[in-house]
Each structure stands twice: as C-alpha cells, then as structure tokens.
C-alpha cells in the first residue's frame, strides 16, 4: 500500500484545515487507516483512527471535539477535519495503514507526511 498524504498548510488559531489521504498499489486496505502527529522535538502520536468496513472512529483526547476522520472507500481516501485548531496542533501529520489501533507500531504502512502550521 502506498499512500500519499496532503492538504497541509498554515491556519490560524480557531481556523480548519482538511487532510486527505490517497491509498494506492497492489495490496488493498484491510483493517483501517490513522492519522498520526509529530511535532519538533516530540514522538510522534496518534490523532485518529477509521476502520475500513465499518467506519469506526477512534480519537486521541487531545482531538475530540475538533477532529473528525471519514473515508470514502470508492475512492481509498481517507479525511481528517481539522476545526478549531490551536497553536500545539503544530505538526507533521501522517496518514498510516492497516490498523485502526492507537499505535504506531500497528501500522506498516506510512504516507510521507504533511506539514501543519498553526499561527496565533
């Protein structure tokens, strides 16, 4: 599986931002896709999870509320909406495969990372 992560970019505090991540290549998706986070400095963290068959959604807390994960299976895209973004939403987000577990050691598959930046 490859995958292919974008939509980043600089937002103010309180402003939005949409993620999107492309699968593609021979292998399919079969458990799900996460999105995960790593500031400067930082490990890199989980943000949000979506099975791929039934669309279940897991978030980390510090996300709850403000971010929402969905897919569109016909297109092996995966979204994350991003509102209200504060200043430590700060990132390099990553889209990852085939897991819906909060770890990043489920996942075996890794896009190359899109650049967040959120501005006061």
């Known amino acids: 599986v490859q995958l292919q992560a974008s939509g980043g970019g600089l937002a103010q505090a309180g402003g939005s931002l949409r993620l999107s991540c492309l699968a593609s290549?021979?292998?399919?998706?079969?458990?799900?896709v996460g999105w995960f986070r790593q500031a400067p400095g930082n490990e890199r963290e989980f943000v949000a999870a979506?099975?791929?068959?039934?669309?279940?959604?897991r978030y980390a807390d510090s996300v709850k509320g403000r971010f929402t994960i969905s897919r569109d299976n016909t297109k092996n895209t995966v979204f994350l909406q991003m509102n209200g973004l504060k200043l430590e939403d700060t990132a390099v987000y990553y889209c990852?495969?085939?897991?819906?577990?909060?770890?990043?050691?489920?996942?075996?598959?890794w896009g190359q990372g899109t650049l967040v930046t959120v501005s006061s």
């Open positions: 990852a495969a085939d897991s819906r577990l909060p770890a990043v050691i489920f996942y075996d598959y």
């Open positions: 290549g021979r292998a399919t998706i079969k458990n799900g």
């Open positions: 979506i099975s791929w068959s039934d669309g279940n959604t």
